[in-house]
């Protein structure tokens, strides 16, 4: 068979067969600030992986509203993106604390 009499091949777009559930990550929620522009931001102490050590992120929140009934200190599992060169909150809620050394 030559080059020139083979088929082309038709290509489809692929589509997932599922939607994955969203993954959450647990942090302490530690203060917000806003910008003279309007853009509210969130600082989250994120819990330790194996040998990360703690971190505090700085994360953009699109919709004051997910913020509502969550204080200052309190425990959180969120989920995020990156867009637009920010990573962004896309959920968040509050949670019991992780206690130390045990599972959460």
């Not at 997932?16 to 910008?35: W, Y």
């Not at 819990?47 to 994360?59: A, E, G, H, N, Y």
């Amino acid at each position: 068979m030559s080059v020139a009499s083979a088929q082309p091949i038709e290509r489809r777009p692929v589509e997932p067969a599922h939607e994955a559930a969203p993954v959450f990550t647990r942090a302490r929620f530690t203060s917000t600030h806003e910008e003279a522009d309007g853009r509210l931001y969130v600082r989250l102490k994120l819990l330790p992986r194996s040998k990360i050590p703690f971190t505090t992120q700085t994360f953009r929140v699109a919709d004051r509203a997910l913020l509502a009934g969550i204080p200052e200190g309190a425990w959180v599992e969120f989920t995020s993106r990156h867009v637009e060169g920010e990573n962004r909150v896309t959920a968040i809620r509050a949670v019991a604390e992780c206690r130390r050394f045990q599972t959460c």
